[in-house]
């Protein structure tokens, strides 16, 4: 144990150190120097270099622009060359002498003004940051040369070689720029504009002047500027930036100019690399304020006087992408600004703190707030003894200390204040037992109605986590009042609440439900249909991505297709035929679900949800995209998940069996010695290839572990389905409705292959289709592909060839088949999937 405590001190002294160094570095970029006196804090070292998540966001988007430039060069060529001429044209007429002399500025100063920034940068003991510059410019070098003498040279005429500019262009990207881009990127020259200027204006030049030379074009300098700033930042990520972030020393000294000189200081909060918190401190004041500076110094509380709340620049991105997720997806009204400047930031922060203590609400006082040299701000805080809510045991959170929290809330609503983070962290119970609202970073003055019923939801659901559903109303109403409570109502919905709620709610899914009721029953009268709070759901992003991907798919597969050949010699009233055996398959999947389903489901909607589940299967294997679309619709229309799932998977089950019986007894119809159905015996590969599987199925359930999450899911599993399919035994008429739509499902794709192969003058004994389709359509549940492409139209058309037909009929008939059951059920199949999820079905 001494030796730990040894070892901690240890480390706390080097950290001192090494932060002595950083801390004249920030005292003299905040234009104060820390005296040889300086406070002793007591934090962690500080870690040399930091990742910061805005390089790799800005890593992201550069290379997002790059991949926009290759699509926009590989499918607007024409006009990507007709811009290059524009511009040749345009500077043909400009003046020699002038173009010569723009070309010697460039060439020259592209290079000396980074080189001269760099050397400004060592004096000023900056070496690291110019050393990761430089290995981002080398790799930008590397890379450039690379694409240039080597890449586009042995594979010409591709996306990279779309580049170059008729011919007349050298590179698909600019190898003198690119470096000093990826240079420029990495060496951080934000706030320092004349610097920026010049650099960004040379380059500027240095590109026009390629566009005049034919050296490159505008889609290569577009290239080249992001693949230059993609390597510059993925660099500087990759790699690490110094630490720009004050350290504990820095900030006391600030906080000394603030007339609040600390004696001794330590850090509150554990380091945590990418966390959206503020670094925390907790101060001990000397024997009193600085002189002049007329600071009223905080009551003294024991232990700490001050806490101090430090907001550092590079930690203002963190949680960037998943706010702008929450911009995006919900109203306006119910976000704030995705991305705040340290300023911004420190201003909002400030501003509610005053507000809130004017509201007469309860609340640390907030003492002062300053920069802290460029990279950073202070908040200083009275210290409030306590414990944050979360920390506070169940026992002890008694009735009285909600109300206490009610309290509280209402003074916050009545000053129309938003909090947005009523979580139980944003909530501390000090010594006395009085509740404190804290952490208002994110808090919102003069806000509207939705913003405080927002903040009502959240709180509800976060002293219900704490207690229950019960208390957590009682309390409310005790002190807000039925009427209030009612509002929350509509808006009580997983969407509306913070992240960390949400993730605390996947152990309680019907917390929310148990909330609503318990409000209900205070309020019979009161609206429970949820408010639309979302811009778009992500089903809407996930259908659009689904009718992309199958565009992507369908077209090329139609555009292969010789429909020509194939409406010249094809037979129209088979054509029809099959296409009604296509269009029964619908109809009787829609009777095959609601056989096992023991409540009403009406038929038209369960036909489109089978229509829609065909549009599904082009972006999901067949045996999936059914099962997630009948489950979702069921519990739509009103069946629990569990029942629903129970529900879909007797009916794959039942559907499973009969197949696997209609094979056999057809097979065996055909014949066993029968051509048709010996050549379709499995090969001596696929024999291997299933021992193979059940040997290694065998030996992974010889390790428990295995074992009993093997037993466990199929357990769940038939626990569920064989229930349902004693309550459809129990039913004759539901029994008949799903068994029949199950045959009725395979005669239906039977009618349709048979009418397909008679459309192009062939002829098959009916055992022989239904064997082939019940093969074929075993292999496509198997196969990975979506809608089971490529090995249901392999195996369909060899068996067609083993059964007697020509490979050209076979051929015809299989595309046509698979026309009408697979690519043109997905236009009505979308127009299905849109109109259900619009009507709440889906």
Not at 335 to 349: M, N
Not at 724 to 752: E, I
Request: contains cysteine; hydrophobic residues 50%.
């Amino acid at each position: 144990m001494r030796a730990a405590v040894r070892r901690d001190a240890h480390g706390r002294r080097r950290g001192a150190r090494a932060g002595a160094r950083r801390d004249a570095r920030a005292g003299a970029r905040a234009g104060a120097a820390v005296t040889p006196a300086a406070v002793p804090v007591d934090e962690p070292a500080q870690p040399d270099r930091i990742r910061r998540s805005s390089d790799a966001i800005r890593f992201a988007a550069s290379v997002v622009g790059l991949a926009a430039v290759m699509l926009l060069v590989s499918i607007a060529q024409q006009t990507t060359h007709g811009l290059q001429t524009d511009i040749a044209q345009g500077t043909a007429h400009a003046p020699r002498l002038l173009l010569s002399l723009a070309t010697l500025v460039s060439s020259f100063g592209v290079l000396a003004v980074p080189v001269a920034f760099a050397i400004e940068r060592l004096l000023r003991k900056d070496g690291t940051r110019v050393a990761i510059a430089l290995l981002a410019a080398v790799i930008a070098f590397g890379i450039t040369v690379g694409l240039d003498d080597l890449v586009v040279r042995a594979a010409p005429g591709g996306v990279l070689d779309s580049l170059i500019w008729g011919g007349s262009a050298t590179a698909p990207v600019h190898t003198d720029i690119a470096p000093v881009i990826a240079f420029v990127s990495a060496v951080g020259m934000a706030g320092r504009l004349r610097w920026q200027a010049a650099t960004w204006t040379l380059i500027g030049v240095a590109a026009l002047t390629g566009l005049t030379a034919s050296y490159a074009s505008v889609a290569a300098l577009a290239a080249t500027y992001f693949l230059g700033t993609a390597i510059g930042h993925g660099t500087l990520y990759a790699v690490g930036t110094p630490n720009p972030r004050p350290s504990g020393a820095a900030v006391m000294a600030t906080l000394d100019r603030l007339g609040l000189r600390a004696a001794k200081a330590a850090r509150l909060d554990e380091p945590a690399e990418g966390a959206e918190e503020a670094r925390r401190y907790g101060v001990v004041l000397g024997s009193g304020p600085a002189a002049g500076h007329g600071v009223r110094p905080p009551a003294r509380h024991g232990g700490w006087d001050v806490e101090v709340h430090v907001l550092d620049r590079d930690q203002q991105t963190a949680g960037l992408l998943y706010r702008v997720w929450r911009l995006l997806r919900l109203r306006s009204a119910t976000t704030g600004r995705a991305l705040r400047s340290l300023r911004r930031s420190l201003e909002q922060e400030s501003l509610m703190a005053y507000a809130v203590d004017a509201a007469g609400v309860r609340t640390p006082r907030l003492l002062g707030t300053s920069e802290v040299g460029t990279e950073a701000a202070l908040l200083a805080y009275e210290h409030v003894p306590g414990r944050r809510l979360a920390d506070v045991p169940d026992k002890e959170i008694t009735d009285a200390l909600l109300a206490d929290v009610w309290r509280q809330f209402r003074a916050l609503q009545a000053a129309r204040l938003a909090h947005r983070r009523l979580q139980d962290g944003a909530v501390l119970v000090g010594e006395d037992g009085r509740a404190y609202v804290t952490d208002l970073r994110a808090g919102e003055i003069a806000a509207g109605d939705l913003a405080l019923r927002l903040d009502l939801a959240q709180l509800l659901t976060t002293l219900a986590l704490r207690t229950d559903a019960e208390r957590a109303v009682r309390t409310a109403a005790g002190v807000l009042g039925e009427e209030a409570l009612a509002a929350a109502v509509p808006l009580l919905q997983r969407v509306a609440l913070s992240r960390e709620t949400r993730a605390a709610l996947r152990d309680d899914r019907e917390l929310l439900t148990r909330i609503r009721e318990q409000i209900v029953r205070l309020k019979p009268e009161t609206e429970v249909a949820p408010i639309r709070l979302e811009r778009f759901r992500p089903r809407t992003v996930i259908s659009i991505v689904a009718l992309s991907i199958a565009a992507y798919i369908v077209i090329p597969q139609v555009a292969s297709l010789d429909l020509r050949t194939m409406a010249a010699t094809a037979s129209w009233h088979w054509v029809v035929a099959a296409l009604g055996g296509a269009a029964l398959t619908y109809l009787a999947a829609a009777l095959m679900l609601m056989g096992f389903v023991p409540e009403r489901l009406p038929l038209g909607r369960t036909v489109l949800a089978q229509l829609a589940a065909s549009f599904v299967k082009l972006v999901a294997p067949a045996a999936v995209g059914g099962v997630a679309v009948n489950t979702r619709y069921l519990q739509r229309s009103g069946v629990r998940p569990g029942p629903a799932v129970a529900s879909v998977g007797a009916s794959q089950l039942v559907g499973l069996v009969t197949h696997l019986l209609l094979l056999v007894l057809f097979g065996f119809l055909t014949g066993s010695s029968g051509k048709a159905t010996q050549d379709l015996a499995p090969s001596r590969t696929i024999v291997i290839a299933v021992l193979a599987t059940g040997l290694v199925a065998g030996l992974a359930l010889t390790v428990p572990r295995v074992r009993r999450e093997a037993t466990s899911r199929l357990r769940s599993m038939f626990s569920g389905v064989v229930p349902r399919l004693v309550d459809v035994l129990q039913s004759p008429k539901k029994l008949t409705t799903g068994m029949g739509g199950t045959l009725l499902l395979t005669v239906g794709f039977v009618l349709c292959l048979d009418a397909s192969i008679r459309a192009f003058g062939g002829s098959l004994p009916v055992t022989s289709v239904v064997v082939v389709f019940l093969t074929a359509n075993a292999l496509g549940s198997a196969a990975p592909t979506p809608g089971g492409l490529g090995a249901v139209e392999g195996a369909l058309t060899l068996a067609l060839t083993i059964s007697g037909l020509s490979a050209e009929t076979a051929t015809s008939a299989v595309l046509l088949y698979r026309l009408l059951t697979l690519w043109l059920p997905v236009l009505p199949g979308w127009a299905a999937f849109a109109y259900l999820q619009r009507k709440e079905a889906l």
